[in-house]
């Protein structure tokens, strides 16, 4: 995976894309794991990439856990293959609407126990070492109206996807995961992108959120978001993609068999 950023991962001035590593240990259900860290007491940088299974879109998220103050992050997505609005018949559905599930990946401010290339911590002192990012994992459910071009869901049964640092005294639902996301309404436009509003179950505004979807079937749909101070702790925000295959088409999530179910059988 290679990675332009906006500075301080990369020593060669004359290839401004930072080769990162494949990092199995971090991967998160869907989603590949990549890593980057030029010397023990440079940032390192945690890194998700993943495609819908028809290859329509690609969704990529990338961030240093912090360092002197600042941590650098940001996400993309594209589709891989150009979208037309499906109509009916391709959909399956005499409504236009039809749903998207599977998992989300995301990437924090939040330092973790790490896989960090650290020196004797004897001889440096602790304000110099970079923290490596804390991770989340959890499960997102889109609807889409492909009629009236518009689209809402939720992301939920959201966890670390790698171990915090004890100092961090996160909130947790009464299932012990992390607070949901609510993606509110949001339009589509004529190349099937669409932006809205991020918040909690309370409708309290966290963030922003937007996506693409890909192909003449609208097969996929990769998207981001951004939040911040949404899980109790002050500063803590969060980048994060989710790249889901649209439920009945092959692929898709088994959560999909609840979709539009046949109930004569």
């Not at 039809?98 to 998992?103: C, D, L, Q, R």
């Not at 999909?256 to 059988?265: A, E, L």
């Amino acid at each position: 995976l290679s990675v332009d950023i906006s500075g301080l991962d990369q020593t060669n001035s004359e290839y401004p894309l930072a080769a990162y590593n494949r990092t199995p240990v971090l991967d998160v259900p869907g989603y590949l794991a990549f890593t980057y860290q030029d010397d023990p007491l440079d940032r390192h940088f945690t890194a998700f990439v993943a495609q819908d299974f028809a290859q329509t879109v690609q969704g990529a998220v990338a961030s240093d856990g912090g360092q002197f103050n600042i941590y650098l992050s940001g996400a993309t997505f594209i589709a891989l293959e150009a979208f037309v609005n499906p109509t009916s018949s391709l959909t399956g559905s005499e409504s236009g609407l039809v749903s998207y599930a599977g998992t989300y990946a995301g990437v924090t401010n939040m330092g973790a126990v790490n896989e960090l290339l650290l020196p004797p911590t004897a001889t440096v002192d602790s304000g110099l070492l970079p923290r490596q990012t804390l991770t989340v994992q959890g499960q997102i459910f889109l609807n889409v109206d492909f009629g009236d071009n518009s689209i809402n869901g939720r992301i939920y049964d959201r966890s670390w996807g790698n171990t915090p640092q004890p100092h961090y005294t996160p909130t947790y639902d009464d299932d012990g995961f992390l607070p949901d996301i609510v993606l509110t309404v949001a339009s589509i436009n004529d190349a099937g992108e669409f932006y809205g509003d991020a918040q909690t179950g309370a409708q309290v505004h966290i963030g922003s959120y937007g996506g693409v979807f890909g192909g003449a079937n609208a097969e996929g749909v990769a998207g981001a978001i951004f939040v911040g101070d949404h899980v109790g702790v002050d500063n803590a925000n969060e980048y994060g993609i989710f790249v889901l295959t649209q439920c009945g088409l092959t692929g898709d999530d088994p959560i999909c068999v609840t979709v539009n179910p046949d109930y004569d059988n």
